[in-house]
């Protein structure tokens, strides 16, 4: 029996060892998939160590970009993105194992991305970690341009305070890449300007748990469309199945 499994630090809001695991069983696939809750990338090799039968990892945060150096090479995307969620484990007997890292957040999201999009052609994402530049390249797909936002403003990005009326107006769609307001801290959302939302406007968070975010409950009063991330996971998972079966 093959093993898959997550990790990331906190699991306890993830659906993925849920999903992956009907899958198996009405698909009749002999596998099996775990979290791994770790409190630093350095646990790594000791889990390939305790599951030999370990094949494959999707990765969460905040390890989307600590597990890159690990990999013995990294898929094309995985590394114009420096994000890795999907990692392939190849084990050949009498060596040690190696691990190739890839992206399946992309695909997963430009593709729920698509049919919402509704002739908005600019974006703010709210966050500057290996989900937002996934997201990054996720708009370049469609050809749609995006914003990072973080605390601080810097190279290539703008901070929370630089969100203004005319920002606001220029940017129909804000992504919430950051994991504010997931279980269990649901009462929690990025400090934007919630009061500058209309009905023109997109919130999409990446959020799934619970499935109304106070970022999108805040935008929605403003007559705001809101989409979670349930799509985007689902989707990503699929991407993930192809890749570790390659």
Sequence with gaps: MKLYGLIGKPLGHSLSADFFNRKFKAEGIDARYLNFEIDSVAELPRLLAEYPALSGLNVTSPYKRDVIPMMESLDPLADKVQAVNVIKIIRHPGKNPVMKGYN??????????????????????????????????????????????SRRPGPGYISYADIDATVMAEHKIVVNATPLGMYPHIGEAPPVPYGLFTPDHLAYDLVYNPEITEFMRLASKQGAETKNGLEMLLLQAFESWRIFRL
């Design 104 to 149: 399946s957040d992309v695909q997963g999201f430009a593709d729920s991305l698509e049919p919402v999009l509704k002739g908005r052609k600019a974006a703010l994402i709210l966050g500057t970690g290996g989900a937002a530049t996934a997201c990054i390249a996720g708009f370049e797909r469609l050809g749609l341009k995006a914003t990072l936002v």
